[in-house]
């Protein structure tokens, strides 16, 4: 098979991950990969692993981007792929317009919703394809709900991580160490974490708030980057921390590059997003590494949460709910199912799904 994966840059991200490791599992099978992005830290991994990388700046939302449709064209003529794979609204747009200059047989186009996309015009563009993937049962009854895709024409693949680098093999007493000197304040303290970059809706005020209520046994740690451009919010949240001098109980560690061993370390990870999440990968991420996770009873958090830690769900936005089974789960000895949620077998899923379609069509 030849497969095209269109995306908008190949930077950090569940989506850049995902599109980067289908595209290594093509070639060791055997296929021909081509991913067309404006590129990015992923670039030269594509590379190595022996995909093609096809530098198109398909990522702004500019009319400008739409006529870059012509040298998609171009480039989809030069391949002559078998699927079209959509991964981002502003591509398939541009997409769909190149698509329009195909006179005879075309490739099969596919697109995975990878979010809860509102309605808009762009959003509907997503739709407009031969099949689609939702990451989560959330997001295919979201699809169904909402867009006029008939249920043969979706296919549910859920997301999942990589269990060989989220495991729960033991903690090297040596890592362990250099947190505590990095971190004096959380030594022989629960330690609590909220991951994810630092944006309003990923709930670190639901977590600095429960931290307010909790006694000094416990530390948290809100981890996870901040763009340039959610700079003041980082400032208010840190202003908060300070009006209610929780200064030495909640710290920041920015992004990390180890975070499977600080949700080994956690004595509870949390998900208090106010947006339902399409699918949750720090939830599954941390159940990975055997931490007990609570998150609000929404999305694809309590899809997650009711199959493999059902004590972990916490009614949405109950901050007397969250705070009581804080204190429960942190000294309960239930821990979370074993993941099921394995990131080879939705790259296997997806490959064996390319192979039926392709099949049928045939």
């Given at each position: 098979?030849?497969?095209?994966?269109?995306?908008?840059?190949l930077?950090?991200g569940?989506?850049?991950?995902?599109?980067?490791?289908?595209?290594?599992?093509?070639?060791?099978?055997?296929?021909?990969?081509?991913?067309?992005?404006?590129?990015?830290?992923?670039?030269?991994?594509?590379?190595?692993h022996?995909?093609?990388?096809?530098?198109?700046?398909?990522?702004?939302?500019?009319?400008?981007?739409?006529?870059?449709?012509?040298?998609?064209?171009?480039?989809?003529?030069?391949?002559?792929?078998?699927?079209?794979?959509?991964r981002?609204?502003?591509?398939?747009?541009?997409?769909?317009?190149?698509?329009?200059?195909?006179?005879?047989?075309?490739?099969?186009?596919?697109?995975?919703?990878?979010?809860?996309?509102?309605?808009?015009?762009?959003?509907?563009?997503?739709?407009?394809?031969?099949?689609?993937?939702?990451?989560?049962?959330?997001?295919?009854?979201?699809?169904?709900?909402?867009?006029?895709?008939?249920?043969?024409?979706?296919?549910?693949?859920?997301?999942?991580c990589?269990?060989?680098?989220?495991?729960?093999?033991?903690?090297?007493?040596?890592?362990?160490?250099?947190?505590?000197?990095?971190?004096?304040?959380?030594?022989?303290?629960?330690?609590?974490?909220?991951?994810?970059?630092?944006?309003?809706?990923?709930?670190?005020?639901?977590?600095?708030?429960?931290?307010?209520?909790?006694?000094?046994?416990?530390?948290?740690?809100?981890?996870?980057?901040?763009?340039?451009?959610?700079?003041?919010?980082?400032?208010?949240?840190?202003?908060?921390?300070?009006?209610?001098?929780?200064?030495?109980?909640?710290?920041?560690?920015?992004?990390?590059?180890?975070?499977?061993?600080?949700?080994?370390?956690?004595?509870?990870?949390?998900?208090?997003?106010?947006?339902?999440?399409?699918?949750?990968?720090?939830?599954?991420?941390?159940?990975?590494?055997?931490?007990?996770?609570?998150?609000?009873?929404?999305?694809g958090?309590?899809?997650?949460?009711?199959?493999?830690?059902?004590?972990?769900?916490?009614?949405?936005?109950?901050?007397?709910?969250?705070?009581?089974?804080?204190?429960?789960?942190?000294?309960?000895?239930?821990?979370p199912?074993?993941?099921?949620?394995?990131?080879?077998?939705?790259?296997?899923?997806?490959?064996?799904?390319?192979?039926?379609?392709?099949?049928?069509?045939?």
């Open positions: 098979m030849r497969i095209v994966q269109l995306l908008p840059e930077n950090t569940g989506v850049e991950r995902g599109t980067v490791d289908l595209s290594a599992e093509l070639v060791k099978q055997g296929h021909k990969s081509y991913i067309i992005s404006n590129g990015g830290l992923f670039e030269q991994e594509v590379i190595n022996g995909g093609k990388h096809i530098k198109l700046p398909i990522h702004k939302k500019s009319l400008s981007t739409l006529f870059l449709a012509n040298k998609l064209y171009e480039t989809y003529t030069k391949i002559n792929p078998d699927i079209i794979h959509v981002s609204r502003v591509p398939a747009l541009v997409n769909l317009l190149a698509f329009r200059k195909f006179k005879q047989k075309r490739p099969l186009l596919i697109s995975t919703f990878h979010g809860l996309y509102s309605k808009p015009f762009y959003s509907q563009v997503m739709a407009k394809v031969d099949h689609t993937v939702a990451i989560s049962s959330c997001v295919k009854s979201y699809i169904q709900e909402n867009y006029k895709i008939h249920d043969s024409n979706i296919t549910l693949i859920h997301r999942g990589d269990i060989k680098k989220f495991n729960n093999d033991p903690l090297e007493l040596s890592w362990k160490s250099n947190f505590f000197n990095k971190f004096p304040n959380a030594i022989n303290k629960k330690i609590l974490v909220l991951p994810g970059r630092i944006t309003r809706w990923k709930g670190a005020e639901s977590f600095i708030n429960l931290l307010k209520r909790l006694d000094d046994s416990f530390h948290g740690f809100i981890v996870g980057p901040s763009a340039k451009n959610k700079e003041g919010y980082l400032k208010e949240l840190k202003e908060k921390i300070s009006k209610n001098r929780l200064n030495s109980k909640v710290t920041f560690t920015g992004g990390v590059s180890d975070i499977q061993n600080v949700y080994k370390l956690a004595d509870i990870v949390y998900n208090l997003s106010a947006k339902p999440e399409p699918f949750g990968r720090t939830t599954i991420e941390a159940i990975s590494c055997g931490a007990k996770v609570m998150g609000w009873d929404h999305g958090t309590s899809e997650i949460l009711n199959k493999l830690y059902k004590q972990g769900l916490v009614e949405l936005n109950n901050d007397n709910d969250l705070f009581q089974k804080t204190i429960d789960i942190s000294i309960s000895n239930n821990y199912e074993k993941n099921i949620y394995d990131s080879q077998k939705m790259l296997s899923d997806k490959i064996n799904l390319y192979l039926s379609l392709l099949k049928t069509r045939s």
